[in-house]
């Protein structure tokens, strides 16, 4: 230990100085040499090296070293090997005294040429143009491109490109691109770059542009030019007419009502080329549903609303609400608008409310017929009309409003699936020219009535024109066992050589039961005669050519009681009348036998009525109708079709290819 010279005293082994105090008070412990590989070094002004060259942070480039700390310039560096910060003369690091920064590098060049403060760089291949600004940031990752000044930022990621200032930002990801200035917002993903002043808005993921304030952009190459816009999805259609309505320019360029306030891309390609919109909303509210994007690439024009509300699409319709009558005249009154619109599924048709009740389209709701709403009282107020219609699905009053002397009305009446509905008319009603509080109405399921009136001021005079219907009158059951699809007709044939089976006609709600299951067999199809099926009688009258191509044949008895009937008609309507019409023909091989007689029996609420079939033969066809037919109690009318005579054992069977049922 000793001096070396009045400069430093200095602390030697093995004649290598190990450590030394300079004169001023720099403190210095080397590794092999304090002069020339300082391991540490503390310098008076507070600045300090580890592992660093011998320099006070003056005169030249900073270069090389492990650990530094400037106290003038107010920064530490780390791991700095290969940095270059320029700090000689104009280009200082910082102007101002107390300034701060850290810097972490791990052997990759830092080229810091401008003003750090208060900021943490650890990052590679920074690049910050001379007279630029980083305040207050951290900037983490990898290479950046940082052409304008940075204040208050955290960057992540790697090679991203700073083009204009950006302020209170985080940016995070890949490649992003600042093209304007930027401020308030959050950035990730990869590649997305704003074509405008960008503030308070979230960016996220891959290749977006956007270009205003408060906008929220999610997706793969979406374009956002709008204010406070949303845009969701991929490749949605760029409203390239529209300048990007960035912050800068919020106060000079207004929101015009063309501007896009949300909008879907929904194309299914990844990099572009095609754009779709699956929906856009516009500022002004107008609305787009789109189902022909995806494949396709839609135009601006394609996807800008044309309307309130616009739905396309070339492949498919609009679903509105589909509502019973009972669930729609459950809406709450407060949810009662004009205007609302529904499909009706007891009524099969479209409604809408037009203030009061519901109207069905095609009635207009201020012009000849409108929808009373079915309720215990059918309320009907002739200011709203003088035409009306009801729809009872149960006994009904009819409370009549507004109405003066001289006035005159009239009413639609409809029956429901069910029939027998009545409606009791105001007080002194003379209906018919009698008095009459009581409508009398058709009792057919579906039937329609029109009751008219004229008001004196004391008396409703009404007329009632009964009997129109808006219900098939018509059944047909079609006994075809090659099951041949035949237009109107319900097949009711079994499986080959078993039992006819049960089915109900929908639109009339008559049905076939077969009775004497174990009885009926199929014969087979008539493939040479299927021309037959005209009434000898009638001929003019025939059943359809399908219809006749093949028969079911029953057993060897005859008839005696109605046990012996083999098929049942269900569902009629009491105290209606029907035509009973049953087609026989059958392919006997040319037989001719005059005893092949079959026997027809229906019995209804009134008893049995008998036809014998004489023509049952030689290939011939036959119908068989039992007129002004009434049903029992329960709808029921009863058939039995087999043979005549007891005796008869040479062909002993009753045949049936159709039946049909007219109500009268």
């Not at 590794?31 to 580890?50: E, K, Q, V």
């Not at 309505?245 to 919020?250: E, Y």
């Not at 002194?428 to 029109?450: E, K, M, P, Q, R």
């Amino acid at each position: 230990m000793g001096t070396n010279d009045a400069s430093a005293l200095l602390m030697k082994t093995n004649a290598i100085q190990r450590l030394s105090i300079g004169k001023t008070g720099t403190f210095t412990i080397g590794n092999s040499d304090t002069a020339s590989f300082p391991a540490f070094r503390f310098f008076p002004n507070g600045n300090f090296i580890i592992n660093a060259p011998d320099t006070n942070y003056s005169g030249a480039n900073f270069q090389n070293g492990g650990i530094r700390f400037n106290e003038r310039m107010g920064y530490l560096e780390l791991a700095g090997t290969r940095n270059t910060i320029k700090t000689d003369g104009a280009d200082t690091i910082w102007d101002e005294t107390r300034t701060s920064g850290v810097f972490i590098n791990n052997g990759e060049i830092s080229n810091i040429r401008g003003k750090v403060k208060n900021s943490i760089v650890a990052a590679y291949g920074v690049s910050l143009p001379e007279g630029k600004t980083i305040y207050s940031s951290m900037l983490i990752g990898g290479s950046y491109a940082v052409n304008e000044r940075i204040k208050h930022v955290t960057i992540t990621g790697n090679a991203h490109s700073i083009q204009d200032e950006i302020d209170n930002t985080l940016i995070t990801g890949n490649g992003q691109q600042i093209l304007k200035k930027e401020r308030n917002s959050i950035w990730s993903g990869s590649n997305n770059q704003n074509y405008g002043y960008t503030y308070s808005s979230i960016i996220g993921g891959m290749q977006n542009s956007t270009g205003s304030a408060g906008q929220l952009t999610v997706g793969n190459l979406l374009h956002n030019r709008s204010f406070a816009a949303t845009a969701f999805g991929n490749l949605n259609v760029d409203f390239a007419s529209l300048p990007y309505n960035s912050w800068d320019s919020i106060n000079s360029l207004a929101i015009q009502p063309g501007y896009l306030l949300f909008s879907i891309g929904n194309n299914q390609q990844r990099n572009g080329g095609l754009q779709s919109n699956a929906m856009t909303i516009q500022y002004n509210g107008r609305t787009q549903i789109n189902t022909t994007g995806f494949t396709n690439s839609l135009s601006e024009s394609d996807v800008r609303p044309k309307a309130a509300l616009e739905i396309v699409s070339r492949n498919s319709g609009v679903l509105l609400p589909r509502l019973s009558s009972a669930q729609r005249d459950s809406i709450k009154a407060e949810d009662l608008h004009s205007g609302l619109l529904l499909f009706n599924t007891t009524l099969n048709r479209f409604e809408f409310y037009n203030g009061s009740s519901w109207t069905g389209i095609g009635e207009s709701s201020s012009g000849p017929v409108q929808a009373l709403k079915d309720s215990a009282v059918v309320k009907w107020d002739l200011a709203k009309g003088s035409v009306m219609s009801v729809n009872l699905s149960a006994n009904r009053a009819l409370n009549i409003s507004n109405v003066v002397a001289g006035a005159k009305g009239k009413l639609i009446i409809r029956q429901d699936s069910t029939g027998w509905r009545t409606l009791t008319l105001p007080a002194n009603s003379v209906v018919n020219n009698a008095f009459n509080g009581t409508a009398g109405l058709t009792s057919t399921a579906g039937g329609i009535d029109i009751a008219s009136f004229e008001y004196d001021g004391e008396f409703y005079y009404w007329t009632i024109d009964k009997g129109f219907t808006s219900s098939p009158k018509v059944a047909r059951f079609n006994f075809n066992a090659s099951m041949q699809s035949v237009p109107d007709w319900v097949d009711v044939s079994g499986n080959p050589h078993q039992a006819v089976r049960t089915a109900t006609d929908w639109k009339t709600g008559i049905g076939v039961s077969s009775m004497a299951t174990a009885r009926w067999r199929h014969s087979g199809n008539i493939t040479s005669h299927n021309t037959l099926g005209r009434s000898i009688a009638n001929p003019t009258f025939a059943f359809e050519t399908k219809v006749t191509a093949s028969y079911w044949f029953t057993g060897t008895v005859t008839y005696s009681t109605t046990a012996d009937c083999n098929l049942e008609i269900n569902g009629l309507q009491t105290g209606a009348r029907y035509n009973i019409e049953v087609l026989s023909s059958r392919d006997e091989f040319g037989i001719s036998q005059a005893t092949h007689q079959m026997r027809f029996v229906c019995v209804d609420d009134n008893g049995e009525s008998f036809v014998n079939d004489f023509n049952v033969k030689n290939n011939t066809a036959n119908l068989v109708t039992f007129y002004n037919k009434k049903p029992n109690a329960g709808g029921k009318i009863f058939l039995f079709i087999g043979k005549k005579h007891p005796a008869d054992s040479n062909h002993p069977f009753g045949y049936i290819n159709g039946l049909r049922i007219t109500r009268l």
